[in-house]
């Protein structure tokens, strides 16, 4: 018997419990965490601030060449993003940038730029990371590939409370609308859509604790990283 790195991919809906659960399951692991929205999010916040044309290829590709993107661990064991050396942890989650994200996910160029990223960072594998198309496209090949499914009143509540923690009060109808069509440019869109891949584990967490999600992924994982020789 014999222990193998693994790459476990989480794609699925927004507000799903992904980020949480991925988090999670790589502290247990050891493993790298790698919030990839984080990253169409940062792309997102340099397009606004910088006012980017989203119909320009042009300005789209300079913009892209000017775009560092980098993870740094936290005092607090908690990983947060960096755009060009900047901490955007908090700018990116907020309604500005998810209100646009998903326009700017869709564009092709973006995605060529972020996956080709996203692959170097999984190289090695020992990584844990969460997205949309990570298991389709990002790395086909990851031995554990996971699909996140949630009743979508649930996954509003969910988002609305996670706004909530850091003292915003958002209308929930407000919460549902950007979930509602976040869902679907990102199911409708021609690059990459969000989809379950054939060999992915699908996952719904209407009923269930984040701390169930984590043990049904550590579970399967485990499966995967024991190889019996
Ligand atoms: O996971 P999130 O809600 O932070 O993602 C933000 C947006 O980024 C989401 O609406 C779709 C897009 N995204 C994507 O297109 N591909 C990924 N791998 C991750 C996120």
Redesign the pocket.
Known sequence: MRLQKIVIAIDGY?ACG??TTAKEVAKVLGYRYI????M??AVTLYFLDHHVSLTNPKEIDRALQQISITFKVNAKSFTETYLNGLNVEREIRKMRVSDQ??QV?AIKQVREAMVAQQRKLGKERGIVM?????GTVVFPDAELKLFMTADILVRAFRRQREWLDQDRLIDLDEVLENIQK?DQI?TTREESPLRKADDAVMIDTTHITIDEQVDQVIGLAISKIIVNI
């Open positions: 927004s992904k980020s919030d990839s929205g984080a169409y999010r994200v998903s996910s969460d997205g949309r198309d990570i976040r990102d």
